[in-house]
């Protein structure tokens, strides 16, 4: 089954936009064996908008990849990104242009599809742009997901209409392995914070098969790339991450790994095992706001497999403060006698048993997130 954890890779939008290329996309694959990212849990190497041609093949009907981009077109771009354990991923659009204006798959998804199973393709991001008005997401999403079923080759459907026209509500009956339910991300904290806020009420729909994608990673842009937009301080890198991992949102990077060796911080944090493994739980629950004071100084929980739980104290506020955790929301009340023994997952400090209610001071825009075991 595709998608029974929330899948993990790269892409290539957030840094590059237009300016991929056959040397990118091979230079980002060694990096990403080079750092340890596969061991991590990374697998996916997603090429997104601008790789081809502004118009099709007149012949054939084909999209055409740029021969100055990919001089060796995109079968040996995949053979390559193959050849280091890796998966390959490809883009394109469900109306008739892309977002940045080339063809798009409208009324040609099963060529299209055909056409990336040629490549090798093992995931389509699917977009919304330049939406045909007779023709809705659902029946857009459906005959994509169709030819992806036809095409020959097992491919995860990432599908991408930005949170619009109830999308919960639809997208996992179109076979969809993942569906972003939220506008695009930029590059520093009041953006991954919007979205992240804007994310509680529809956490619920995000199961094992098809996973809110709340956007791809920002952790170690620092302010420059496609959508840089004043970048992040670590500690923001740090909460944005936990926040997707706590979310079960797909892990897609979005920095330039090639920087990475230079970046220590930014590799423990997306290496960061507590983490991941909160965002791989096997059992693939939701996390829920538990409690949310002075704005937005919110607590969240998730349910693990073995009986644990994930708190995170999460400080979206811009001064430090108090988050908060009432026992009894949990569900663990004073009567039964039990508490929670906490482990915070960046420093790995064992805190001990804490039993009905407790505080954490958290500077602004920071978090803690621990990982807990029922107790006495
Ligand atoms: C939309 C998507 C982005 C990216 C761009 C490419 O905005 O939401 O993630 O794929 O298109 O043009």
């Given at each position: 089954?595709?998608?029974?954890?929330p899948p993990m890779g790269f892409n290539t939008w957030n840094t590059?936009?237009?300016?991929?290329?056959?040397?990118?996309?091979?230079?980002?694959?060694?990096?990403m064996?080079?750092?340890?990212l596969?061991?991590?849990g990374y697998e996916y190497l997603v090429i997104d908008?601008?790789?081809?041609?502004?118009?099709?093949?007149?012949?054939?009907?084909?999209?055409?990849?740029?021969?100055?981009?990919?001089?060796?077109?995109?079968?040996?771009?995949?053979?390559?990104?193959?050849?280091?354990?890796?998966k390959?991923g490809?883009y394109?659009?469900?109306?008739?242009?892309?977002?940045?204006?080339?063809?798009?798959?409208?009324?040609?998804?099963?060529?299209?599809?055909?056409?990336?199973?040629?490549?090798?393709?093992?995931f389509?991001k699917?977009?919304?742009?330049?939406?045909?008005?007779?023709?809705?997401?659902?029946?857009?999403?459906?005959?994509?997901?169709?030819?992806?079923?036809?095409?020959?080759?097992?491919?995860l459907?990432s599908?991408c209409?930005?949170?619009?026209?109830?999308?919960?509500?639809?997208?996992?009956?179109?076979?969809?392995?993942m569906?972003r339910?939220?506008?695009?991300i930029?590059?520093?904290?009041?953006?991954?914070?919007?979205?992240?806020?804007?994310?509680?009420?529809?956490?619920?729909?995000?199961?094992?098969?098809?996973f809110?994608d709340i956007d791809m990673l920002i952790c170690?842009?620092?302010?420059?790339?496609?959508?840089?937009?004043?970048?992040?301080?670590?500690?923001?890198?740090?909460?944005?991450f936990?926040?997707w991992?706590?979310?079960?949102s797909p892990l897609m990077l979005g920095g330039?790994l090639?920087?990475?060796?230079?970046?220590?911080?930014?590799?423990?944090?997306i290496?960061?095992?507590?983490?991941?493994?909160?965002n791989?739980?096997?059992?693939?629950?939701?996390?829920?706001?538990?409690?949310?004071?002075?704005?937005?100084?919110?607590?969240?929980?998730?349910?693990?497999?073995?009986?644990?739980?994930?708190?995170?104290?999460?400080?979206?506020?811009?001064?430090?403060?108090?988050?908060?955790?009432?026992?009894?929301?949990?569900?663990?009340?004073?009567?039964?006698?039990?508490?929670?023994?906490?482990?915070?997952?960046?420093?790995?400090?064992?805190?001990?048993?804490?039993?009905?209610?407790?505080?954490?001071?958290?500077?602004?825009?920071?978090?803690?997130?621990?990982?807990?075991?029922?107790?006495?």
């Open positions: 089954m595709l998608s029974r954890k590059f936009g237009e300016k991929i290329s056959d040397s990118v996309i091979r230079e980002t694959a060694d990096a064996v080079e750092m340890g596969p061991d991590a908008d601008c790789w081809s041609l502004r118009d099709r093949d007149p012949v054939t009907g084909k999209i055409v990849p740029d021969p100055v981009k990919f001089p060796e077109g995109m079968k040996a771009v995949s053979d390559y990104v193959h050849s280091k354990g890796l390959f490809m394109s659009c469900a109306g008739t242009r892309t977002c940045a204006d080339y063809p798009g798959s409208f009324d040609h998804e099963y060529l299209d599809a055909e056409t990336f199973a040629e490549y090798g393709a093992d389509l699917y977009d919304f742009c330049y939406k045909p008005q007779s023709a809705n997401g659902p029946l857009l999403y459906r005959r994509m997901g169709m030819a992806l079923k036809a095409c020959g080759r097992e491919i459907f599908a209409n930005w949170g619009c026209d109830d999308v919960e509500t639809w997208i996992r009956s179109t076979g969809a392995h569906y339910s939220t506008g695009d930029n590059d520093n904290f009041r953006s991954f914070k919007d979205i992240a806020l804007s994310q509680i009420d529809k956490l619920a729909y995000s199961a094992p098969g098809c809110n170690g842009m620092y302010g420059s790339g496609n959508v840089a937009n004043g970048g992040c301080t670590d500690e923001e890198y740090k909460t944005h936990a926040l991992c706590m979310f079960s330039d090639r920087k990475l060796k230079d970046q220590p911080f930014i590799l423990n944090l290496k960061n095992r507590n983490l991941i493994r909160i791989q739980d096997e059992e693939g629950r939701p996390a829920v706001a538990v409690c949310r004071r002075d704005g937005d100084r919110v607590t969240f929980a998730k349910h693990l497999s073995n009986n644990e739980i994930a708190i995170m104290f999460a400080n979206l506020n811009d001064d430090d403060g108090n988050c908060e955790l009432f026992f009894d929301e949990l569900g663990i009340t004073a009567a039964g006698g039990y508490g929670l023994e906490m482990t915070e997952c960046f420093t790995g400090e064992n805190i001990g048993v804490k039993k009905e209610y407790m505080k954490r001071r958290i500077p602004a825009h920071g978090c803690e997130v621990f990982i807990c075991k029922l107790s006495k």
